[in-house]
């Protein structure tokens, strides 16, 4: 997409779409992790979502690629967005609340943004973007609170580690521009078969699988994971990548903590506070500049 034209509102709501199948996430994962080691965790996920995939492509007609340079390039991403993002967040999930997670994990725009003034300089960007990147941060720490806030300093590793798998989500944004010659599902389903060939044998080298007591929740839970908040949410991803650039796509992390609040008022009955409502609208407000053209004619990147 030119990146001098607003984004379509097709775009925009596909966008939605996509924080509301990632924003279950940080739920289902703190349930499917209490019983689950992380990377086995991890490991389940992607398999699931791969075989889904896997199975979209056989009907669509599409084929995989065969040349050895484009299977590098998938298994490098499946590294930013599953074997090292996802596999941090569900490890540093099993010491820190998900609403410390949730905030952690929103930081991945402003990653983006100055890997792409600083290093990668592949799209323009602009002092509006940044501003918008500020925003999304400060309206999702006003949705979850100050008493996530609070965990700040305590499992300090764990809150790096999640940070870590925020900066992962950023090169995974960025590093995603390259398959535009590749068709969303192939990009999805050779990401996520990559992860799997990887993820399988590390959780039976590093963890135990066979030993596992897992729940029933914790399984449907990792199924859901798999089907909808990977594979079908990996669709819209790597659409998105392509139509609204890589700070626009990663602006739907400050859309997912809005999610679970809406999901809670309209499922259990919970009420909006004012502070809640500031908070959702500066993460709205955040996701629109990232998306908005900026008319100077300077700009930080041309």
């Not at 990146?3 to 996509?18: D, F, I, Q, R, Y």
């Not at 501003?131 to 609070?150: T, Y």
Request: hydrophobic content about 55%; charged content about 10%.
């Amino acid at each position: 997409m030119n990146n001098n034209k607003s984004a379509p509102l097709s775009e925009l709501a596909l966008l939605g779409v996509l924080a509301l199948l990632w924003g279950s996430s940080y739920f289902l994962t703190k349930i499917a992790v209490e019983t689950i080691p992380p990377i086995t965790l991890i490991a389940m996920r992607v398999t699931t979502a791969a075989i889904f995939l896997m199975i979209v492509v056989y009907f669509s007609g599409n084929r995989f690629p065969r040349d050895v340079k484009t299977w590098r390039m998938l298994l490098l991403q499946s590294f930013f967005n599953s074997i090292g993002g996802w596999t941090l967040l569900a490890w540093g999930q099993q010491f820190v609340d998900s609403s410390l997670a949730s905030v952690l994990n929103s930081t991945s725009p402003i990653f983006v943004f100055f890997f792409t003034v600083f290093i990668t300089r592949h799209e323009p960007t602009n002092p509006l973007k940044l501003v918008g990147a500020c925003l999304g941060v400060l309206g999702v720490s006003l949705i979850v609170g100050a008493d996530a806030l609070a965990g700040l300093g305590q499992q300090v590793f764990a809150q790096i580690a999640i940070l870590g798998g925020a900066m992962l989500y950023a090169c995974a944004a960025i590093y995603g521009k390259r398959f535009s010659h590749l068709s969303p599902m192939i990009t999805a389903a050779g990401t996520m078969l990559c992860a799997s060939i990887c993820l399988i044998p590390m959780a039976f080298l590093f963890e135990n699988p066979m030993a596992m007591a897992a729940t029933g929740k914790a399984v449907a839970a990792v199924l859901f994971l798999g089907v909808v908040s990977t594979g079908i949410a990996l669709l819209l991803y790597f659409r998105l990548v392509t139509t609204l650039g890589s700070m626009g796509v990663a602006s739907q992390s400050y859309l997912r903590a809005g999610v679970g609040v809406l999901l809670g008022v309209l499922l259990l009955g919970e009420q909006i506070t004012p502070v809640i409502g500031f908070g959702l609208a500066a993460a709205i407000l955040g996701v629109a500049a990232i998306n908005t053209p900026f008319r100077s004619k300077k700009r930080l990147i041309e």
